[in-house]
């Protein structure tokens, strides 16, 4: 999955001890099958006031707390997971991450339907789950850090992944402009070559900041890419619904499934309207992605955050 290799592993290679990182690496990323077990139903955009808990007992740590919108979960072998390590800290202060097997008797995960219909994600019941603690991964209290570093992967990856032209999206709209010509009308033509365009540079754009990447890990620049991709990938399948007109308002097939993986741009076109509307909520959600372009990338004066000094435990829930 792409939770596994795409932004789990590089957080893995990282923040394990040297003398593990490959290993460790090696024996989850092996079973492809990651999840991501970081929002919880009062933790998404604030993703540091979290409540899981974690905590010691000898070489192991027991987990107890709810997660949601956990991707893929019900397929999932293992998952990197956030929980809170010590309530006495302030928020960013008091979490670490470790990584988390799906088959430990304490992990119920539960369909969550989606607007398609379909449950891709789930929401994941944490009870007595036990985890060793040489499945942590950074310091004990610098889980905020390696949780960063895995979102900054998963918003290039989503935003900035690598694409041929006509790829995805844009690919499957221009095909059934291109061969279903009856449905065509001028303004449609015009928005089509504006979405183009836009869809064009940023996969260029993308392939630029890949490059500038592969020496490092991602910046900020990720957000502004998976912005881009959010909004676009909305634009063009509002288009696409259109240009389908009464076919494309009509929603055939309404099965509660669980999907294995996503595979967008083969559905139809009224199915990929409505998946495309989480694009803007994954992985960070267009407002928090604007706000860290403000604040990382354009320097702008940070919002005002009343709670990062206080204890965790004292903040109001
Ligand atoms: C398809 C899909 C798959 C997902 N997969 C996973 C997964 O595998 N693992 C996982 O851990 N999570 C997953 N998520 C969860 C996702 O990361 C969260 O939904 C997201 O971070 C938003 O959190 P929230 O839903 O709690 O909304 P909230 O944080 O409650 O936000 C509600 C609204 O308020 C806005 N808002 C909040 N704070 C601010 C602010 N400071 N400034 C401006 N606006 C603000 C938000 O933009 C949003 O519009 C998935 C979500 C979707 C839709």
């Known amino acids: 999955s792409a939770t596994a290799t795409a932004w789990a592993a590089p957080t893995i290679l990282r923040f394990a001890p040297t ?18 077990l970081f929002s919880e139903p009062g933790a998404g955009s604030d993703l540091a ?45 008091g979490l670490s991450y470790f990584v988390c097997d799906m088959t430990d008797p304490g992990v119920d995960v539960r369909p ?15 009870s007595g789950v036990r985890i060793p603690d040489t499945d942590r991964l950074g310091a004990v209290g610098e889980g905020w850090k390696v949780a960063t570093t895995t979102l900054m992967n998963e918003r290039v990856t989503i935003g900035a992944h690598a694409a041929e032209r006509e790829d995805g999206l844009i690919g499957a709209v221009t095909k059934t402009w291109r ?28 392939e630029r900041l890949r490059q500038g990447l592969a020496a490092g890990q991602p ?23 259109e240009l389908h007109g009464e076919e494309g308002l009509s929603y055939k097939d309404w099965t509660m499934r669980r999907p294995k ?14 998946r495309m509307k989480g694009n803007s909520i994954e992985g960070g959600t267009s407002e928090i992605l604007r706000n860290i372009i403000a604040d990382r990338i354009m320097q702008l004066p940070k919002e005002p955050r009343g709670d990062v000094d206080i204890p965790w435990k004292d903040l109001p829930r």
Not at 219 to 236: H, R, Y
């Open 49 to 93: 006031t979290l409540a899981t808990r974690a905590v010691r007992d000898g070489d192991e740590w027991i987990v107890d707390g709810q997660k949601v919108w956990t991707t893929m979960a019900h397929v999932a072998r293992w998952a990197i997971l956030v929980a809170r390590t010590d309530p006495s800290l302030p928020k960013h202060q």
């Open 219 to 241: 910046g900020p620049e990720g957000s502004a890419a998976k912005l881009t991709f959010a909004t676009l990938n909305q634009a063009i399948t509002g288009l696409d619904v």
């Open 112 to 126: 969550l339907r989606q607007i398609t219909g379909e449950a891709e994600f789930n929401e994941v019941f944490l």
């Open 19 to 36: 003398s593990r990182s490959s290993a460790t690496c090696r024996r989850w990323t092996r079973r492809r099958s990651g999840c991501q």
């Open 179 to 206: 061969e279903r010509p009856e449905l065509r009308t001028p303004g449609l033509h015009d928005r089509l070559l504006r979405l183009w365009v836009d869809a064009e540079a940023l996969r260029l754009t993308a």
């Open 261 to 274: 993986d996503a595979d967008w741009a083969s559905r139809d076109a009224g199915f990929r309207y409505l």
